[in-house]
């Protein structure tokens, strides 16, 4: 007589379980297949960062007397320019600082927000003349050295 063993069938996985491992095997691929829409996306659009800069500057009036008072006239061209062909560029609270030597001459702002186009560029002519600026006796010779040269330096600082 042969003997047959007999085994208990593996206890079955509840539903709940097989629930949880497929919600979770959809999530994984919904996660993967939007991170390559997102990277592809990005590829395509290949965003650009809008830049400003100076493209131009002139010094139609530069009046230095002996006593040490500097009076300037400053024309500032600023580009913006927005190499996105997709996007458009919004700046707001544009401020630059204009400098003579460490001395504040103007504070270069525009009133209100505004907008760069795709692929395109806005620029601002900002034209200041300064109030009389008393010039201590380095400063008188720095502008002394800058005149000798036919050149004179400004510095503009982003505020």
């Known amino acids: 007589m042969t003997k047959k063993f007999l085994s208990t069938p593996p206890p079955r996985t509840h539903f709940l379980w097989w629930f949880a491992a497929i919600f979770c095997a959809i999530l994984t691929m919904a996660i993967i297949i939007a991170g390559i829409v997102i990277f592809v996306g990005y590829m395509v659009i290949h965003p650009r960062v809008p830049v400003i800069s100076v493209v131009g500057a002139y ?6 007397d002996g006593a040490g008072v ?3 006239q400053v024309n500032i061209v600023v580009r913006s320019r927005n190499d996105n062909m997709k996007a458009h560029a919004r700046f707001s609270n544009f401020n630059i600082e204009l400098f003579f030597d460490g001395n504040r001459i103007a504070v270069l702002s525009t009133a209100t927000p ?3 186009k795709k692929n395109s560029s806005v620029d601002f002519n900002y034209e200041y003349t300064s109030d009389p600026i008393p010039l201590n006796p380095v400063q ?3 502008v002394d050295e800058s005149l000798k040269k036919d050149e004179v330096s400004f510095e503009l600082k982003e505020v």
């Open 140 to 142: 008188m010779n720095h």
């Open 59 to 64: 010094l139609p009036h530069f009046s230095y």
């Open 70 to 72: 500097l009076v300037t």
């Open 114 to 116: 505004y907008e760069v």
